[in-house]
């Protein structure tokens, strides 16, 4: 039987709650104030602490900085207020292995004791690490946010699942989900992370030259070849390929393709000698594959080879109670990028993210926080400066349910009107390549 401190000020929420919990077989002792539940601590040992954020005499966060500086192996679970979830967010980054939100239901409850309980040590416990987000550098991150969400409860096992193998992984989702940020952590999480790491845009190789591309060249070898090049294939060699938007690529690259991976040898353009390569092929696509398979536009053969293990990116939809979470990660890059120093949303904010349907996924989220930031004079980030269809979503906006295709669409629309069809501006709007863009367009029977 475990025993749970917990601490909490309304005399009556203790007590049903300390009854539910001895109906499930824990052992609960109750406390509170702050100056009673450190001397609970100091004199008895617990298996978990449930507290408040707020306590007559101080707050949730000083007693966990004082049960970690006695024991970092005990897991503390906060309680709080809706409105107070940023504050909580910032407590799991000292520490805190997780937090639930005012009202809760007894299931919730159970599901957070059982993953507190099964994970002791504090390796395991939702640490604000560096979320699966799409990058705006080649500098990635090197870790997954362990989510309270199940869908990124599922990412993530899936990722440490297949990570130390050598399997070929295809990893889909929607625009915006961040799957080059997976891809780079199973790299990171692998016995190659000491080795290179090379992401690929098939939507932006013109197919002449895919072949130069994928497996180099030597000088001299067809025209503009004025000096020898190391394809992606080589230099990649004991490291991960990481090929993106492995859709675009033409049926002649396909077979191409196809051919090294057979083979784990390539030849450049203009040598007659063949180098062995040794990569880890990861890839990631936001169209459905199999589909073109069936249509004839994929060959099924190499589908195949790239798919020994999928991977679906859930959309922020699907992984919404992360959403501030990455929220409050996207404030602090901002604040660092921009040289400002905002604390947190207003409820209203906050209330906007958690309604919002966010069809640009993470990337829109991050856009977002960091054009507010510039934005805002103040400590918070007030509504005012939020876009306007988040802040003021039309009637129909806010009850019309979209489709994926339908989300993509919108937004390529969207982007083009914005930049007065500026193709190639749309493109870097919408962080797609012009290839990708253009075939999107003809996807959608845009002009």
């Known amino acids: 039987m475990s025993t749970i401190l917990l601490v909490e000020d309304d005399v009556s929420f203790s007590e049903m709650l300390k009854r539910f919990l001895e109906r499930h077989h824990h052992a609960v002792i109750l406390s509170y104030t702050l100056e009673d539940a450190k001397l609970k601590v100091k004199e008895s040992t617990f298996d978990l602490v449930f507290a ?6 101080g707050d949730g966060i000083s007693l966990l900085n004082h049960i970690k500086a006695k024991d970092a192996s005990i897991p503390v679970v906060l309680m709080t207020g809706y409105a107070e979830v940023s504050t909580a967010v910032k407590a799991m980054k000292e520490g805190a292995f997780d937090y ?3 009202p809760f239901n007894p299931e919730e409850v159970l599901q957070v004791v059982k993953n507190a309980l099964q994970k002791p ?3 395991d416990k939702p640490t604000i690490q560096t979320p699966l987000v799409p990058s705006e550098s080649s500098k990635l991150p090197t870790n997954l946010v362990k989510g309270i969400s199940g869908a990124s409860k599922v990412l993530y096992d899936h990722v440490n699942l297949v990570a130390p193998t050598d399997m070929s992984v295809l990893i889909s989702g929607e625009s915006g989900t961040g799957k080059e940020v997976v891809a780079k952590a199973i790299h990171l999480s692998s016995s190659r992370k000491q080795q290179p790491f090379i992401a690929v845009d098939c939507g932006a190789i013109p197919k002449e030259i895919a072949a130069s591309e994928f497996f180099g060249h030597k000088k001299g070898s067809f025209t503009g070849a004025i000096n020898d090049k190391k394809g992606h294939f080589e230099a990649a060699n004991h490291g991960t390929l990481f090929l993106d938007e492995v859709g675009n690529l033409t049926y002649e690259n396909q077979i191409q393709l196809l051919r090294a991976l057979q083979e784990r040898r390539i030849k450049p353009i203009g040598s007659n000698e063949e180098i062995e390569v040794d990569i880890r092929l990861l890839t990631a696509t936001n169209e459905d594959l199999l589909n073109a398979v069936e249509q004839g536009d994929f060959r099924e053969d190499l589908y195949h080879r790239l798919n020994e293990f999928s991977i679906k990116v859930p959309s922020l939809q699907e992984r919404r109670d992360d959403l501030i979470l990455y929220a409050e990660f996207f404030l602090d890059n901002a604040n660092q990028q921009l040289n400002k120093s905002i604390i947190g949303f207003s ?5 906007i993210f958690q309604t919002y349907s966010w069809p640009g996924n993470l990337r829109e ?10 934005l805002t004079n103040g400590e918070l980030i007030q509504k005012e400066v939020l876009p306007q269809e988040l802040s003021a979503p039309s009637k129909e906006a806010m009850t019309r349910s979209f489709s994926t295709k339908d989300n993509e669409k919108e937004l390529i629309v969207k982007a083009l009107q914005e930049v007065n069809n500026n193709k190639t501006k749309a493109a870097q709007l919408l962080n797609f390549s012009r290839k990708t863009l253009y075939n999107k367009l003809k996807e959608y029977n845009l002009d």
């Open 347 to 351: 409820p209203e904010v906050l209330k």
């Open 100 to 102: 639930i939100s005012k």
């Open 52 to 57: 408040d954020l707020r306590l007559p005499d």
């Open 365 to 374: 989220l991050s856009n977002v926080i960091k054009r507010a930031t510039l």
């Open 121 to 123: 040590s504090t390796e």
